[in-house]
């Protein structure tokens, strides 16, 4: 993306991922291309299975969206 400050196309994109998937962010970036800010955190859960950790995931999702604290672009 370009540093003069214009605001990307398709502006911030936030991304929640699970922790054990680590190709979400390189697989973005390939299909935003510069249009977009991508932002990201992880989902994190010590639930035993997949199923639990899932579960566990949209249970918290909204404290997971808060960890992106507001992002705006300036």
């Known amino acids: 993306m370009e ?8 502006g ?5 991922t699970p922790s054990g998937n ?3 962010e ?3 970036v390939r299909m935003l ?3 977009a800010v991508m932002v990201t955190a992880r989902l994190c859960s010590d639930a035993p299975t997949m199923l639990d950790r899932l579960l566990d995931y949209a249970n918290r999702i909204e404290p997971s969206v808060a960890t992106f ?4 672009w300036m």
Do not use: K, N
């Open 3 to 10: 540093s003069d400050g214009a605001r990307p196309r398709r």
């Open 12 to 16: 911030i994109v936030g991304i929640l």
């Open 22 to 24: 680590p190709t979400v």
């Open 26 to 28: 390189p697989e973005m």
């Open 33 to 35: 291309g510069d249009d």
């Open 69 to 72: 604290g507001g992002c705006r």
